[in-house]
């Protein structure tokens, strides 16, 4: 028909421009780093960011499994279902977040993480700050995981993939400018940062708006919800 068309024509630009975002980072940032930081600083910002990054691994999969338990009953017809789905998932990722936001508070100022990781051009109170910083922006992307859950939820997937991406234009726009400007690896944590936290704002509020009807929040959060989605997660 001529809707499954246009659905999957749809869907085939919006992961299309997913795909040319992720080639576009990867083709674009290094050489600026590389030029405006060199190998040494791009370096050790590669290392610190990696640690904050690692902990995405607490997720297991959850939001992923709980975003596609809810289309399949959002199709079914099954709205109670796959809002329960969604808001367990929201849930998780919140706890996830508050784990991770308490390991960097607390561990990051009591390691010297110039020493233990051979840094060359980042201070430890540099290195100490830029950890808290990249963990609160890793929790943007892990709250993004239920958002694209959402989108869909609500049969708006094209347009979720699309407007996702653009959260990792906007982050490729961003350390241009910053890197161009001359900024420091914090500079960059905090831009990176603030540009996240308000695309995620931005984002929620489309969502809400595209929204026929409630999907995120917490009360229907279900731990037997969350065990059942555990298991496949895991899997």
């Known amino acids: 028909s001529s809707t499954l068309s246009k659905r999957i024509r749809l869907n085939t630009i919006s992961y299309g421009y997913t795909q040319i975002v992720t080639i576009a980072a990867q083709l674009l940032l290094i050489p600026f780093f590389l030029s405006a930081w060199g190998t040494d600083r791009y370096a050790d910002w590669l290392i610190l960011t990696g640690i904050p990054t690692l902990l995405t691994l607490l997720d297991l999969g959850v939001s992923q499994?709980?975003?596609?338990?809810?289309?399949?009953?959002?199709?079914?017809?099954?709205?109670?279902?796959?809002r329960q789905?969604?808001?367990?998932?929201?849930?998780?990722?919140?706890?996830?977040?508050?784990?991770?936001?308490?390991?960097?508070?607390t561990l990051a100022p009591a390691v010297d993480w110039s020493a233990l990781l051979n840094l060359k051009t980042i201070t430890n109170n540099d290195s100490s700050?830029?950890?808290?910083?990249?963990?609160?922006?890793?929790?943007?992307?892990?709250?993004?995981?239920?958002?694209?859950?959402?989108?869909?939820?609500?049969?708006?997937?094209?347009?979720?993939?699309?407007?996702?991406?653009?959260?990792?234009?906007?982050?490729i726009l961003v350390s241009l400018i910053v890197l161009t400007?001359?900024?420091?690896?914090?500079?960059?944590?905090v831009a990176l940062l603030i540009t996240q936290t308000i695309a995620f704002t931005t984002l929620t509020l489309i969502a809400r708006a595209l929204s026929p009807w409630p999907v995120l929040g917490l009360q229907y959060a279900s731990l037997q919800k969350l065990k059942s989605i555990y298991r496949p997660a895991l899997a």
């Open 181 to 189: 400007m001359g900024g420091s690896p914090t500079d960059l944590a």
């Open 65 to 82: 499994a709980s975003a596609n338990k809810a289309t399949v009953l959002a199709g079914a017809g099954d709205k109670s279902g796959a």
């Open 129 to 171: 700050l830029i950890i808290i910083i990249m963990s609160f922006y890793l929790c943007t992307s892990i709250l993004g995981g239920p958002l694209d859950g959402w989108f869909r939820t609500i049969d708006r997937t094209a347009t979720g993939a699309f407007l996702l991406a653009n959260r990792r234009m906007a982050d």
């Open 85 to 105: 789905s969604m808001q367990t998932a929201l849930a998780f990722s919140l706890g996830i977040c508050a784990l991770i936001v308490l390991l960097s508070i």
